[in-house]
């Protein structure tokens, strides 16, 4: 069995950055896809970006050009570099892993909150 094991949320002001970090329990082999959801208060979970197997990345509209992805495939790990912080942000962020087989991970969140 493989755990996600999500790092770096918190409360940042408006304009501020975050860096999130997920990292597996194993290292994985057969790793298709690793990216972020989110999910806020009665919104339904969400794409934030995803790096895919071979180096292309997709990212949700609200975020483009202020996010970006990154993985390490030697450490199964995924980083969300977050910047130009809104607080439409604030959110609980959820790292998903994918394999080449098509078997989903989740980890169990990370809260990110964008106050003044």
């Known amino acids: 069995q493989v755990q996600l094991v999500e790092s770096g949320g918190g409360l940042v002001q408006p304009g501020g950055s975050l860096r999130l970090s997920c990292a597996a329990s194993?290292?994985?082999?057969?790793?298709?896809?690793m990216g972020w959801y989110r999910q806020a208060p009665g919104k339904q979970r969400e794409l934030v970006a995803e790096?895919?197997?071979?180096?292309?990345?997709n990212y949700g509209d609200s975020v483009k050009g202020r996010f970006t992805i990154s993985r390490d495939d030697a450490k199964s790990t995924v980083y969300l570099q977050m910047n130009s912080l809104k607080p439409e942000d604030t959110a609980v962020y959820y790292c998903?892993?994918?394999?080449?087989?098509?078997?989903?991970?989740w980890g169990q969140g990370t809260q990110v909150t964008v106050s003044s």
């Open positions: 998903k892993l994918k394999t080449t087989t098509y078997f989903n991970y």
């Open positions: 194993r290292i994985i082999g057969s790793i298709y896809t």
């Open positions: 790096a895919i197997k071979g180096g292309s990345t």
